[in-house]
């Protein structure tokens, strides 16, 4: 599209195959690398057969008191780079707080079903800014910077798993690998889909065949055991195509419980 219009101050929002096929969690993501992921707004878009939406902006925002907001603002982000929170951010990024969470007995593990998760110190904050961490990434504007840039072992680049991304593919799961994360973090956001309602979904399917409610015949043959991010990478594909257990899952956590004749299970608003 940038091509096309040969802009280079063109902003661009677009769907993946997610959104292109209607999953109630589908996400719009935006040429900044940030993504409008909850709700299931790139079904929207999908369900309208509108692909992408490209604007350019040529006017100035009005501000009533120019001058006495850009003091203001000014200000505002001095007391934020000194703000030992901000810092901590910046420093250890959203999953720093794993470690706490998990010492308090809050570590969401196993689909919400345990509050303290092994794991942890593999996968957390703390560790990824020791081990993989290249670099850092922010919002427009902000001064945090608590978004994170990793380097796996192949070299690449890509985008750090945020705190609830961590949770979801990680800990929810029984995932310990952080390299494992990073990859399924990064295989949602070229397919466009929502991390948190994805690794929730498949978090629910796990605990259901751990129960005994789901089996090798229902799951397409998927043995959905804890901690196995081949599988669980092979249920993303299967639910982005929406292609045989995977259409199910591709319907949200609610309709996956309520398949099943146990609607309590799911957690979900």
């Not at 303290?116 to 919002?139: D, H, K, M, N, P």
Request: with cysteine.
């Amino acid at each position: 599209i940038n091509d096309e219009i040969g802009d280079r101050l063109v902003r661009v929002a677009c769907i993946g195959l997610a959104g292109e096929n209607m999953l109630r969690f589908g996400s719009v993501l935006c040429d900044h690398g940030r993504v409008a992921g909850r709700t299931g707004m790139g079904a929207v878009m999908g369900s309208k057969q509108l692909k992408a939406i490209a604007v350019r902006g040529k006017k100035p925002v009005p501000v009533a008191q120019p001058e006495k907001f850009s003091l203001t603002r000014r200000q505002v982000n001095i007391n934020l780079k000194d703000d030992n929170f901000s810092r901590t951010l910046r420093e250890i990024g959203t999953a720093g707080i794993a470690d706490y969470l998990n010492y308090l007995g809050c570590m969401p593990s196993h689909y919400f079903t345990r509050g303290f998760f092994e794991g942890t110190e593999r996968i957390s904050g703390t560790t990824v800014a020791e081990t993989i961490l290249s670099g850092v990434s922010t919002c427009h504007g902000c001064v945090i910077a608590c978004g994170r840039v990793v380097r796996l072992d192949d070299g690449v680049e890509r985008v750090g798993p945020e705190y609830e991304t961590t949770v979801g593919f990680g800990s929810n799961l029984g995932i310990d690998d952080v390299s494992a994360i990073t990859k399924l973090n990064e295989l949602c956001n070229r397919y466009g889909v929502d991390t948190i309602s994805l690794s929730n979904v498949i978090g629910l399917a796990f605990l259901l065949y751990q129960e005994g409610v789901i089996n090798l015949s229902s799951s397409g043959g998927e043995q959905l055991i804890w901690g196995d991010s081949e599988v669980v990478e092979r249920l993303v594909h299967s639910t982005v195509k929406r292609e045989g257990f995977g259409d199910l899952l591709a319907r949200g956590s609610k309709a996956l419980a309520e398949h099943f004749k146990l609607g309590d299970m799911a957690a979900q608003v």
